[in-house]
């Protein structure tokens, strides 16, 4: 009754302090609070900055990689298409939008939606977007629950398919496992090259889809 008449005022332009003390009053969590609210305002998320990014200049190696993106776009068919997300609550989108902004660069189409995504959101939008490959970046040490939940709904979507590479602070042991659970690639911090981990990605999808590794 709480929640209804937490939900009820929010459509309106009344002061949604008395319904949030009779929310609190009745035993009513932040998340079920939160959940009601985004329902009725919908959920702001913050802009990237990917889209404002300069593109880098032809470093050394760059255009070799631009190369290859745009042969395999040319042998499969279409552009090349990655999704870059960020399943859970990290915050922190420096290396993610790094990775995508680099990725623009060399010739990858980028679908990039934020932070604080679900894994199901993520899947949704590798269906919706028909992507070649999925990158995960995860700094707040819950890989190990999030990205087998990404595999998982990748698979139920009919897209076992199409590689997962992922990103982050990530013990050697749990990289063994990932990599075991279905990940094509894990990269850390020591993995700095931009350019270097694009030739990677390519690769990847080179060999998801029958083509000879460059």
């Known amino acids: 009754e709480a929640l209804l008449g937490l939900r009820e005022a929010a459509k309106t332009d009344v002061n949604l302090m008395p319904a949030t003390l009779a929310c609190a009053r009745a035993g009513v969590t932040t998340g079920e609070w939160a959940g009601v609210l ?46 870059v997300g960020k399943p859970g609550l990290d915050g ?4 993610a939008e790094q990775i995508a902004v680099r990725a623009r660069d060399v010739g990858f189409e980028v679908v990039y939606q934020g932070i604080r995504l679900t894994p199901g959101q993520i899947v949704a939008a590798a269906v919706e977007e028909d992507v070649h490959l ?22 139920a979507a009919g897209l076992g398919d199409v590689p997962v590479v992922v990103g982050g602070i990530i013990p050697p042991a749990d990289a063994d496992r990932l990599t075991a659970l279905g990940v094509a690639a894990v990269f850390t911090p020591k993995d700095y090259g931009l350019t270097e981990i694009m030739r990677g990605m390519v690769n990847i999808v080179r060999t998801a889809n029958g083509l000879a590794g460059a």
């Open 38 to 83: 985004r329902e009725v305002f919908g959920e702001y998320r913050a802009p990237t900055g990917v889209s404002g990014a300069v593109t880098a200049g032809a470093g050394e190696g760059l255009a070799e990689v631009r190369g290859l993106v745009t042969r395999t776009g040319e042998e499969l068919g279409r552009r090349l298409r990655l999704l």
């Open 134 to 155: 999925v990158g995960l970046s995860v700094l707040s040490g819950s890989h190990m629950n999030l990205v087998p939940e990404v595999l998982d709904g990748l698979r």
């Open 92 to 95: 922190h989108s420096n290396g």
